[in-house]
């Protein structure tokens, strides 16, 4: 993680065909790739962008050292000429990204790059990567977070996931989702965002009993002090220390800012109800009770529905590896490339499968609001020239069914662009906010969803449509193609 130089974290097919368009294309010819992804994972209504700072911090180091130009000559592969061109590589493109935290959709572009072929081909790889994986996990966040309803959830899966970069990465993105904080120290120290933690049954079995183990705890941390309850036996041992705790505390006049115990084993819905009724009956009815245990959203949403008394939730395996759904599918498609006379020439790439069939052109993303409650409409792409004025009706329609039509009246929407240019002429001329700052951004755009969208199973989808303008573009190209 310390090194920055990603250069050569990229496909061979990449550089392979970089030195192709070396050797026998215009290396300067300026292209669009679109990144962008087919299907919201988990089977969602949304997705949340993640990621894109790291990938300012990798186009911004973007270079070959001699010792990547030293390994790449001894693969054979790679002539001198091109080898010697590498040495001074440097990314001299635009740049377009839909900012981080931003509720999207499938198949609108998430990045556009625009650049001479060379360089747009090299940064494939690392793009989807990084993009990939941090929205994977920011969008599994958003969901936990949704199922527990306002209760804090805590990131702690760490020594679960697929090493120190998906796990520090992932941590991030997982703030970015809702999590009101993770147990990375790392994470903390490089993104500034709140750490937290208590034990673990080690602690408890390290001492003579139970007790002692929480008395000595509750001393050292007395204004953090969660218990883990279930090393032994949780109601019959595990709550009743804790409350002797508790009690001791609050009698020697120590005041009680944040304790509870964590269930991290057993029916949580049982136990959590009973031990809500100890610690009541004790006089400790603000102490929290927190659980863990392979959780994730689809079981908190059970537990919630069976009334258990957990207001704080730790999830680890689950959220960090977004285990049901691993993936985030995100692709790289050509979009475009300069002709002679400096005007995009639309491109499109055909398939079978229709959902794999691509937007052609230099697109942007106007999203529709209703204006009388802030919720989205729809997201409309179009080409980069076109201009909408609210005060005008606007006729939106499904591209896949274009007979499914809605006209929205003028001044009964409201249009916002979403994507910000990131790097112009190979400069970053973006500021990426802080993660909390992030967070709460998120959080403004989660809350301009319907519910119908945000719901786990079944969710109501928010479409994508295109403008007429681009639609016809689209048509035309599928025509020529099938008559070649």
């Known amino acids: 993680m310390d090194r920055q130089n990603l250069t050569l974290m990229t496909d061979l097919y990449e550089l392979t065909m970089m030195q192709g368009y070396f050797k026998h294309k215009d290396r300067n010819e300026t292209v669009i790739f679109d990144a962008f992804y087919r299907n919201n994972p988990c089977g969602g209504g949304f997705a949340i962008s ?48 839909i900012p981080e935290g931003t509720v999207m959709f499938p198949r609108e572009p998430i990045i556009k790059v625009i650049a001479p072929i060379m360089e747009a081909q090299l940064v494939e790889t690392a793009i989807l990567n990084i993009i990939n994986h941090q929205s994977l996990i920011a969008t599994k966040a958003a969901r936990v977070c949704y199922a527990a309803k306002g209760d804090g959830i805590m990131e702690f899966g760490l020594r679960r996931a697929q090493g120190p970069d998906a796990g520090t990465y992932g941590a991030r993105a997982a703030m970015i989702g809702g999590c009101i904080g993770t147990s990375n120290v790392l994470c903390g120290q490089l993104f500034d965002v709140p750490v937290k933690g208590t034990h673990a049954h080690s602690w408890i079995m390290s001492f003579p009993d139970e007790y002692t183990a929480f008395k000595t705890y509750a001393e050292m941390y007395p204004s953090a002090c969660i218990l883990l309850v279930d ?44 031990a809500r009724k100890m610690l009541d009956d004790a006089g400790f009815p ?20 069976q009334g258990a008394a957990i207001t704080s939730w730790g999830v680890g395996t689950n ?22 006379d400096g005007r995009f020439i639309p491109k499109i790439k055909l398939s079978e499968n229709t959902e794999k069939v691509t937007n052609p052109g230099n697109k942007k993303i106007y999203r529709v609001y209703d204006k009388a409650n802030g919720k989205i409409k729809a997201d409309l792409i179009c080409l980069v020239e076109e201009e909408y004025d609210e005060k005008d009706d606007l006729l939106l329609f499904d591209p896949a069914e274009p007979w499914k039509k809605t006209k929205l009246k003028g001044g009964s929407y409201t249009l916002r662009p979403l994507m910000k240019q990131i790097f112009e002429n190979g400069k970053c001329c973006y500021t990426s906010p802080k993660v909390m700052d992030i967070r709460a951004y998120c959080q403004e755009e989660l809350a301009t969803l319907w519910d119908e969208t945000k719901r786990l199973v079944n969710p109501q989808k928010v479409y994508v449509d295109l403008s007429p303008t681009l639609y016809d573009i689209k048509i035309e190209l599928l025509e020529k193609m099938s008559e070649s």
Do not use: C, W
């Open 50 to 97: 993640a990621g894109l700072e790291q990938v300012i911090q990798y186009i911004k180091e973007l270079h070959f050292d001699s010792q990547d130009i030293d390994y790449l000559a001894s693969l054979g592969i790679f002539e001198a000429d091109f080898l010697e061109y590498l040495r001074d590589f440097h990314f001299s493109g635009d740049i377009y990204a």
């Open 231 to 274: 090393t032994y036996d949780t109601l019959k041992s595990g709550v009743p220390n804790a409350i002797r705790v508790f009690t001791e505390m609050r009698d020697a006049g120590i005041p009680l800012t944040f304790y509870g115990i964590r269930l991290d084993s057993g029916d949580l819905a049982y136990l959590s109800k009973k």
């Open 286 to 305: 603000d102490a929290v009770i927190s659980a863990s245990n392979d959780l994730d959203e689809y079981l908190i949403d059970s537990l919630k529905a």
């Open 319 to 340: 959220l960090i590896t977004s285990k049901d759904n691993p993936s985030f599918g995100g692709v790289y498609k050509l979009a475009a490339i300069m002709g002679p």
